[in-house]
């Protein structure tokens, strides 16, 4: 193949961002899921206008979405004439590059405008100041009109944008994603006020909202609410355990994924706790049941991607105390201070904690016998047809691409294993039907053989660092029993591992349930409606096969429904869902309430098929 001079190409900006949108937006999924690149395009215009408000400008908000139109009204300074057109598709241009106009905000590159300008098909951008207006209009990133004039409307910027199909194809917004999101703006900016379609939230006691609000009961003590400059946290302790649900925020940006505040809040927490009731407590068991979240606001954080969901600002700062040592040197004086000033919420953590390491060490030996299992099992592990690559290998391009297919049965694991990528893609064969984990008991957890291999393949029992497979696939049949162990394997990782869900590690695969061909054309159909239509293209007469597991598919037929066009939907697990009460009410008890959901929710057609 030649490659000289001529093989080199210069894009343009808009032209590079809509040929690699992943870089600048995450993923063009269709909206099915909150971290889909559409909702990335919303939240990019809404920093904007909340940057204006958390620099003392304008009070409200105002957010519109009609079909696929979405409309963003702030009430700040608005933009400079000679520079809108600039902001809207400029990648070097921006108001944020140093302190001077905005001592704090989430877009720092000058990126995140430019992005929603090229991967829309309509994007007008106008900015209001004294009487006068100045607007621009765009197609997919190219100029196509400017105008100026007179106004009677109030100092701002409005943004109106429709995102592009070839970039988003069958896209619809989820306004239930888009509300969550408009609620955690509120959470995060006490006194700003965002109107969405009509509705308004207004938040007056921040992150103690935010937190009254993920509680599933009453707390062992009233939440604990410090703010200060630059930092806020609230954080106390639920009843049921359930592990930690610390929800965290940088400049008003949800980091989803977590970092360097989070890390160094949760360490802080444990330390301060231990060092007032001046007891040697494991930081496990202080933090065991702990619900809270922070909020900080710094002058250039360094977020992970362009989606900004992880923080990465290394604990190195020429200027100033470092993320880590700022957040410590405040929850250690501010909460130490609390704790003295409210005597009596002491004891009530000390019995929690207390009975924390008592059931911790109730199951210590039964673990050291696990540790030991899967100590054996990871170096023999019966049920893993191990990939080469695993996530814990950052210096591979590939680890990335590290998936673990958990199938049912040996039929279904081993159509997988022989098509297969062995570089990046390993497979967990199930013998059945999995232990309900919450209704057993954790003994018999830890003492569960095909739970222990599990583990053992994951490895992440002592650091989540340590996991070997960034996605977690769970392949089981389409029909009742597949579903139940689908639901199986949903609540084990609910329970033991939920940061794992909350992460966006673990999803469920798709496999075609329909089978449409003739004599010149194979259609594989995922649902009723494919079916419908493939009937509809392919003619009178068509074969039609269902499917009913995944072993009735043949090799050659599964490897495109795990390659590049393998459909995976994720689960999720929002910050303001309850795993106690979601495992209480699908996995506990039959109840009267259960039963009038199930009823509630029957399918007749899915009844028909599974049949």
């Not at 993920?214 to 609230?234: A, K």
């Not at 007032?276 to 619900?291: A, H, M, N, T, W």
């Amino acid at each position: 193949m030649k490659y000289d001079s001529d093989s080199i190409k210069t894009l343009d900006w808009n032209v590079h961002i809509r040929k690699r949108p992943g870089m600048y937006i995450g993923n063009t999924g269709d909206g099915s899921v909150p971290d889909d690149g559409i909702y990335v395009l919303v939240k990019e215009v809404i920093d904007n206008a909340v940057d204006e408000y958390a620099n003392g400008h304008g009070k409200c908000i105002e957010i519109k979405i009609e079909d696929r139109k979405v409309s963003v009204r702030d009430y700040g300074r608005g933009i400079a004439f000679d520079k809108v057109v600039d902001c809207a598709s400029n990648l070097m241009t921006g108001g944020k590059f140093d302190d001077e106009a905005y001592t704090t905000s989430v877009g720092l590159n000058g990126v995140g405008l430019k992005a929603v300008n090229a991967t829309s098909s309509s994007f007008i951008i106008k900015s209001v100041q004294n009487g006068h207006y100045k607007s621009a209009s765009f197609s997919q990133g190219f100029l196509k009109s400017e105008e100026e004039g007179q106004t009677t409307e109030k100092n701002g910027i409005l943004v109106v944008f429709t995102a592009d199909e070839e970039v988003f194809p069958g896209y619809r917004y989820n306004m239930e994603f888009v509300e969550n999101m408009v609620k955690n703006y509120s959470y995060l900016n006490s006194g700003l006020t965002l109107v969405l379609n009509g509705t308004e939230f207004l938040s007056q006691h921040g992150l103690l909202d935010l937190v009254n609000h993920n509680l599933s009961q009453e707390p062992l003590y009233p939440p604990i609410h410090i703010v200060g400059e630059g930092i806020e946290f609230v954080v106390t302790h639920s009843a049921d355990g359930g592990g930690e649900n610390i929800t965290s925020f940088v400049n008003g940006q949800h980091t989803t994924q977590g970092g360097t505040h989070l890390a160094a809040f949760r360490e802080a927490i444990a330390k301060t706790i231990k060092e007032y009731l001046r007891k040697d407590f494991e930081p496990s068991d202080i933090r065991q049941g702990v619900v809270g979240a922070i909020s900080i606001r710094v002058s250039e954080p360094i977020f992970g991607n362009q989606t900004k969901t992880v923080l990465n600002s290394k604990d190195v700062s020429k200027n100033g105390p470092t993320v880590r040592s700022f957040i410590n040197d405040f929850v250690a004086e501010e909460l130490d201070n609390y704790l003295h000033k409210h005597e009596e919420v002491g004891p009530v953590m000390l019995k929690k904690i207390q009975e924390s390491e008592k059931e911790r060490k109730a199951i210590a030996g039964i673990q050291k016998i696990t540790r030991e299992k899967i100590k054996k099992a990871s170096l023999c592990n019966k049920k893993l047809r191990d990939c080469t690559v695993h996530y814990t290998d950052k210096k591979n391009k590939l680890s990335e691409e590290s998936s673990l297919f958990i199938t049912e049965g040996d039929s279904a694991s081993g159509s997988i294993t022989q098509i297969r990528n062995a570089q990046t893609q390993a497979v967990f064969a199930l013998k059945g039907k999995v232990l309900n984990s919450y209704r057993s008991s954790q003994k018999d957890v830890f003492k569960n053989e095909e739970l222990i291999l599990l583990k053992a393949a994951l490895n992440v029992d002592e650091d989540y660092d340590n996991l070997r497979y960034n996605k977690i696939i769970i392949a089981t049949d389409a029909d009742v029993d597949g579903l139940h162990i689908r639901l199986l394997l949903v609540t084990f990782f609910l329970k033991f591992y939920p940061e794992l869900i909350r992460s966006g590690h673990v999803y469920i695969l798709q496999t075609p349930l329909f089978r449409v061909r003739n004599k010149k054309e194979t259609r594989y159909c995922y649902n009723e409606e494919e079916k419908i239509k493939a009937i509809r293209d392919l003619g009178k007469d068509p074969d039609i096969t269902r499917f009913k597991g995944l072993g009735e598919i043949s090799s050659n037929e599964f490897k495109d429904f795990i390659g590049e066009n393998m459909r995976l939907d994720p689960v999720r697990l929002d910050a303001e869902d309850r795993i106690s009460e979601l495992l209480e009410f699908y996995m506990g008890i039959n109840t009267a309430e259960r039963q009038r959901f199930i009823c509630g929710n029957l399918r007749s057609d899915l009844i028909l098929e599974i049949v």
